[in-house]
């Protein structure tokens, strides 16, 4: 509740029109709060003020748990739509670049990086400093029999 409170409370109102202090003067059980919690679309702010958390994404992988990006609303409201914008705007910059007379390099617009996404990158790039020091220990023990 102290790091998701306020938003979990914003989406019961507008959701299911309910109280979050109904929960705690018990009007309303636990187990009907984490249902609900359980049914809010992906755009709802606990969802995505999760789904932005690298604490909260750091503790699902390592529970085993699979993560999708995919259609998932960033907390400034970059969703599905506005990715798809995103793309239509690339692909129409991309093709005025090709046209024009300046050639350069494209730049296409900047989106936002989720927990999820910082999570793969860093997840990519300890993958890659592996690779790099298994090739360099590869190499040592190379030079080691031929020295």
Do not use: C
């Not at 914003?10 to 018990?26: I, T, Y």
């Not at 748990?65 to 995103?86: F, H, Q, W």
């Not at 296409?108 to 999820?116: F, K, M, Q, S």
């Not at 890659?128 to 190379?142: G, I, P």
Request: charged share 35%; hydrophobic share 35%.
């Amino acid at each position: 509740m102290d790091r998701y409170g306020p938003r979990i409370e914003a989406d019961l109102h507008h959701e299911f029109g309910l109280d979050l202090l109904d929960f705690f003067r018990r009007k309303h059980s636990w187990a009907k709060l984490l249902r609900l919690l359980d049914q809010l679309p992906g755009t709802s702010k606990y969802i995505t003020a999760q789904r932005d958390d690298d604490e909260y994404i750091e503790q699902l992988v390592a529970h085993g748990v699979n993560l999708d990006a995919k259609g998932v609303m960033t907390e400034d409201g970059y969703g599905p739509v506005e990715s798809r914008l995103d793309n239509i705007t690339d692909a129409i910059n991309a093709l005025r670049h090709v046209m024009s007379e300046r050639p350069g390099q494209f730049h296409p617009t900047e989106r936002p990086v989720n927990a999820i996404q910082r999570y793969r990158n860093r997840a990519r790039l300890k993958r890659h400093h592996d690779l790099q020091d298994e090739v360099e220990a590869a190499r040592a023990r190379r030079r080691a029999l031929a020295g």
